[in-house]
């Protein structure tokens, strides 16, 4: 390990732990949330976002969901 990635180890470190204090939770769960290993709820991924004073923003652009074709036996389609 380099100089540089023990400064830049030990800077995440006490980002995780300052972070941890402004939420009240544990550094470990921070580190996990950090690692992508915990499924956040849109609530907690709001106060995240406050926690690091920035705004969670969503967006959900429209799908198009396709409408199956109806095949129509034609025993049933009238003839005129």
Partial sequence: MTE??????LYAAQATTELAKRLDLTIPY????????????????AR?????GSDLQLHLPPIEIPTPAIKVPASLIPLH
């Fill in 4 to 9: 540089q990635d023990q400064v830049d180890a």
């Fill in 30 to 45: 921070v580190s996990n949330v950090e690692a992508g290993r915990v499924n956040l709820t849109v609530g907690q991924l």
């Fill in 48 to 52: 995240f976002a406050d926690a690091l």
